[in-house]
């Protein structure tokens, strides 16, 4: 190179250098600021100005010294320093269940520290888009930037190549020193950075931004953009990365704004790498579980936690129940269902959930695990969690699947409890291995009869119609699946469903890491807990919502009930003249002869009838499980989040907690579970007909009621 290409090279840095310092102060603030406090920022400029010169001399030519001393002297008006850290139906009585997916983390160390557009749409109005280039501006580069490790550096250097649509390849790269360079031979587009004394931080010495070769030949190549890349960008500055965000929208937001063309299964690797930013990888997740825990417990009195690793130090199991949850257990119904749905993070794994019915048939969430895998041992350790918080009695009631490890650690842990089976799962494997609908029809009225006589005659009906369906009813033994045999009280919860409608509210947060994981349930709880209180206070009945709205219409169907005294403690209840239908009521004992108001605790319509008739309040025939002060009591304490701001014991904070070990199997993980039998068939159930009158051609009435 001659004396006077060296001049003109010269030149041009400084002419450049002078315009991005420009720019840079028009623009300050914009990018990410370092963490140190402004004095100490200060006292590092004021050495870096005074022994820059010397640090890099043996690194640069000696016709660029003089332009860097100047550089030098400007360093300390130069704006702040740079820091990158770059899815059953039921026929349950009345209950409802509520979720939503988990909130987002609104710190992340990786976006600027200013307001941050995540829902930009790129069908939006224009004043979107200017706040999108504002944004997009803060990628760019400056003399001056300090970047904490080369790492950093490149990172940024990434993100710039795909914002503006170009290349670089690597000229030098040590320890100390990261020179750069647009891959089309002969740009002057280059980029120079130096370390410091001992010190890993970078320090961009010479930045010339303009390009010389065409913009046709440097936009050819993109190998910077890599989905890692992709993802920081698009989470950063093009798009939100909720449960509810598309691939496809992911990837027209990337090729109309960066000119990257992508692909499913690219635009899936994006919008991975997007989500971890703003939630932490799954492995953070282990590494921070147990002073999440700690926390947790410390702000929530009563809470029982416990972490279960193996020898190595890997993650086998989790239990987690808010103090809420405890203290609010007495005054629910004795009757608890379990059940357990899997993960489709990396490391996979399965959520047990614990459930129980309040008075007003909302789900009472009471404990959570995650597990390695739903096995006997997974089970095992479950339950003696869990009694340490519902202890063993013979009025407890567990309702679980037809899993056989359940029923094996039911009867070790909790000998005097009675289990039962949910219904819906006895129905789906009827279904799977035996067809007729009359059939199906006869074995739910046998599963829900509250008389023995009942029970009797439709069993009878079964064996006529099919001796392998009844003989397989048989050996799946009546006392689990039928009411009137179960030896404890079950209430009206025949199936599980309140946990898969747990499932669903959970479903968004089943794929992120452990830690998210159980925040989303705290989240959940939290609002629930608040929400309830509230609804439970504002109830203005003895009786709780729910209960007054079932008993309406058993108060409406009473009064065609003829009723007669029998003696001081029972009364005669019939419907009709012929006595067909007669129950007798004993009010005192609170029996009926259908049954019904000795299982639900609720007095039936020929109770209703006696105690009316008797003058007896029919409030007091309710069990005080539905009373709305019982509702209140449940719902008295809340889930409070856990306190970041104090600090963790190092004993637990140094605590091991790896990852489990697994075997990452090829493609996307599949979130979404295989069906079984009968809901394939409820979905392709046609609708029924319906027919028209043949005069008019319409429907909704017959010949009598026909307008014509």
């Given at each position: 190179?001659?004396?006077?290409?060296?001049?003109n090279?010269?030149?041009c840095?400084?002419?450049?250098?002078?315009?991005?310092q420009?720019?840079?102060?028009n623009?300050?603030?914009?990018?990410?600021?370092c963490?140190?406090e402004?004095?100490?920022?200060d006292?590092e400029?004021?050495d870096?100005?005074?022994n820059?010169?010397g640090?890099?001399?043996?690194?640069?030519?000696?016709?660029?010294i003089?332009?860097e001393?100047?550089?030098?002297d400007?360093?300390?008006?130069?704006?702040?320093?740079?820091y990158?850290?770059?899815g059953?139906?039921?026929?349950?009585?009345n209950f409802?269940?509520?979720?939503?997916?988990?909130?987002?983390?609104?710190?992340?160390?990786?976006?600027p520290?200013?307001k941050?557009?995540?829902?930009f749409?790129?069908?939006g109005?224009k004043?979107?888009?200017?706040?999108l280039?504002l944004e997009?501006?803060?990628?760019?580069l400056?003399?001056?930037?300090?970047?904490?490790s080369k790492?950093?550096?490149?990172r940024?250097?990434k993100?710039?190549?795909?914002?503006?649509?170009?290349d670089?390849?690597?000229?030098?790269?040590?320890?100390?020193?990261?020179?750069?360079?647009?891959?089309?031979?002969?740009?002057?587009?280059r980029?120079r950075?130096?370390?410091?004394?001992e010190?890993?931080?970078f320090?961009?010495?010479i930045?010339?931004?303009?390009h010389?070769?065409?913009?046709t030949?440097?936009s050819?190549?993109s190998?910077?953009?890599?989905?890692?890349?992709?993802?920081?960008l698009?989470k950063?500055?093009l798009?939100?990365?909720g449960?509810a965000?598309?691939?496809?929208?992911?990837g027209i937001?990337i090729t109309k704004?960066?000119?990257?063309k992508?692909?499913?299964?690219?635009?899936?690797?994006?919008l991975?790498?997007?989500?971890?930013?703003d939630?932490?990888?799954?492995?953070?997740?282990?590494?921070?579980?147990?002073?999440?825990l700690?926390m947790?417990?410390?702000?929530?009195?009563s809470?029982?936690?416990?972490l279960?690793i193996?020898?190595?130090?890997r993650?086998?199991?989790?239990?987690l129940?808010?103090?809420?949850?405890v203290?609010?257990?007495?005054f629910?119904r004795?009757?608890?269902?379990?059940n357990?749905?899997f993960l489709?993070?990396?490391?996979?794994?399965?959520l047990?959930?614990?459930?129980?019915?309040?008075?007003n048939?909302q789900?009472?969430?009471?404990?959570?695990?995650?597990?390695?895998?739903?096995?006997g041992?997974s089970?095992?350790?479950?339950?003696t969690q869990l009694?340490l918080?519902?202890?063993?009695?013979e009025?407890?009631a567990?309702?679980?699947?037809?899993h056989?490890?359940?029923?094996?650690?039911?009867?070790?842990?909790?000998?005097?409890?009675a289990r039962?089976?949910?219904t819906?799962?006895?129905?789906k494997?009827?279904?799977?291995r035996?067809k007729g609908?009359d059939?199906?029809?006869l074995?739910k009225?046998?599963a829900?009869?509250?008389r023995?006589s009942?029970?009797?005659?439709?069993?009878?009906?079964?064996e006529?119609?099919?001796?392998a369906?009844?003989?397989?009813?048989?050996r799946?033994?009546?006392?689990?699946?039928t009411?009137v045999?179960?030896?404890?009280?079950?209430?009206?919860?025949?199936?599980?469903?309140?946990?898969?409608?747990?499932?669903?509210?959970?479903?968004?947060?089943?794929?992120?890491?452990?830690?998210?994981i159980?925040?989303?349930?705290?989240?959940?709880?939290?609002?629930w807990l608040?929400?309830r209180r509230?609804?439970?206070?504002?109830?203005?009945t003895?009786l709780?919502?729910g209960?007054?709205?079932l008993?309406h219409?058993?108060?409406?169907?009473?009064?065609?009930?003829m009723?007669?005294r029998i003696?001081?403690?029972?009364?005669?209840?019939?419907?009709?003249?012929?006595?067909?239908?007669?129950?007798?009521?004993?009010?005192?004992e609170?029996?009926?002869?259908?049954?019904?108001f000795?299982?639900?605790?609720?007095?039936?319509?020929?109770a209703i009838a006696?105690?009316e008739y008797n003058?007896?309040c029919?409030?007091?025939?309710?069990?005080?499980?539905?009373?709305?002060?019982y509702l209140?009591?449940a719902?008295a304490?809340?889930a409070?989040?856990?306190?970041?701001?104090?600090?963790v014991?190092?004993?637990?904070?140094?605590?091991?907690?790896?990852?489990?070990y697994?075997?990452?199997?090829p493609?996307?993980?599949?979130?979404?579970?295989?069906?079984?039998a009968l809901e394939?068939?409820?979905?392709?159930k046609?609708?029924?007909?319906e027919?028209t009158?043949?005069?008019?051609k319409?429907s909704?009435?017959?010949?009598?009621?026909?307008p014509m």
């Amino acid at each position: 190179m001659t004396e006077q290409e060296k001049s003109n090279e010269n030149d041009c840095s400084e002419v450049e250098a002078s315009e991005v310092q420009s720019r840079d102060e028009n623009y300050s603030g914009s990018c990410d600021g370092c963490s140190l406090e402004k004095e100490q920022e200060d006292n590092e400029n004021n050495d870096c100005s005074s022994n820059m010169e010397g640090e890099i001399h043996d690194v640069v030519r000696e016709d660029e010294i003089g332009k860097e001393n100047e550089e030098d002297d400007e360093f300390e008006s130069r704006f702040d320093m740079f820091y990158d850290s770059n899815g059953a139906s039921s026929e349950d009585d009345n209950f409802s269940s509520y979720g939503e997916s988990p909130t987002e983390n609104e710190d992340s160390p990786t976006l600027p520290p200013k307001k941050r557009y995540q829902n930009f749409s790129m069908s939006g109005p224009k004043g979107n888009l200017e706040v999108l280039q504002l944004e997009m501006s803060s990628i760019d580069l400056a003399v001056g930037q300090r970047y904490e490790s080369k790492d950093d550096l490149e990172r940024r250097l990434k993100l710039l190549t795909v914002r503006y649509r170009f290349d670089f390849d690597v000229e030098t790269s040590t320890p100390t020193s990261y020179v750069v360079k647009c891959w089309v031979d002969g740009c002057l587009w280059r980029v120079r950075a130096f370390t410091q004394g001992e010190s890993p931080t970078f320090y961009v010495r010479i930045y010339d931004s303009n390009h010389t070769c065409p913009c046709t030949e440097r936009s050819n190549r993109s190998r910077q953009a890599t989905p890692d890349i992709l993802g920081e960008l698009y989470k950063n500055f093009l798009g939100d990365v909720g449960p509810a965000v598309r691939l496809t929208s992911v990837g027209i937001a990337i090729t109309k704004q960066c000119g990257v063309k992508m692909d499913y299964w690219k635009s899936h690797q994006t919008l991975k790498f997007a989500r971890e930013i703003d939630e932490g990888t799954p492995m953070c997740g282990f590494e921070s579980l147990p002073s999440y825990l700690y926390m947790i417990r410390r702000a929530n009195p009563s809470t029982v936690t416990r972490l279960h690793i193996d020898e190595l130090g890997r993650f086998m199991y989790v239990f987690l129940a808010f103090g809420a949850s405890v203290n609010g257990f007495p005054f629910m119904r004795k009757v608890v269902a379990v059940n357990g749905t899997f993960l489709n993070g990396k490391y996979k794994g399965t959520l047990l959930t614990a459930l129980a019915h309040d008075g007003n048939f909302q789900i009472f969430p009471i404990a959570f695990a995650v597990v390695d895998t739903e096995n006997g041992f997974s089970w095992h350790w479950f339950f003696t969690q869990l009694k340490l918080l519902i202890p063993d009695d013979e009025g407890l009631a567990i309702i679980s699947d037809w899993h056989n490890s359940i029923g094996k650690a039911i009867r070790n842990v909790y000998p005097l409890t009675a289990r039962g089976i949910c219904t819906y799962h006895l129905y789906k494997n009827i279904l799977g291995r035996y067809k007729g609908k009359d059939v199906f029809c006869l074995v739910k009225k046998a599963a829900r009869c509250f008389r023995m006589s009942d029970f009797t005659t439709i069993f009878e009906e079964i064996e006529v119609v099919t001796s392998a369906l009844h003989g397989y009813l048989q050996r799946a033994d009546v006392r689990l699946w039928t009411r009137v045999h179960f030896p404890g009280e079950r209430y009206n919860l025949m199936t599980t469903n309140i946990v898969e409608s747990m499932n669903r509210a959970l479903s968004n947060a089943r794929g992120l890491n452990i830690v998210r994981i159980l925040e989303s349930i705290r989240v959940m709880m939290t609002r629930w807990l608040a929400e309830r209180r509230e609804d439970a206070r504002l109830q203005p009945t003895t009786l709780t919502r729910g209960v007054e709205k079932l008993l309406h219409g058993r108060v409406t169907a009473c009064r065609d009930l003829m009723v007669q005294r029998i003696d001081d403690h029972h009364t005669e209840v019939k419907y009709g003249s012929s006595g067909k239908y007669l129950n007798v009521v004993n009010l005192e004992e609170r029996k009926c002869t259908c049954r019904r108001f000795e299982r639900e605790k609720l007095p039936c319509v020929h109770a209703i009838a006696a105690a009316e008739y008797n003058n007896v309040c029919r409030i007091s025939l309710c069990s005080p499980y539905y009373n709305s002060a019982y509702l209140v009591s449940a719902y008295a304490e809340s889930a409070r989040p856990a306190d970041s701001a104090q600090p963790v014991p190092e004993i637990v904070a140094n605590q091991p907690c790896l990852p489990p070990y697994i075997r990452q199997q090829p493609g996307r993980p599949k979130k979404n579970r295989m069906k079984s039998a009968l809901e394939v068939a409820l979905q392709n159930k046609r609708p029924r007909k319906e027919h028209t009158w043949s005069r008019c051609k319409q429907s909704g009435h017959n010949t009598k009621t026909c307008p014509m």
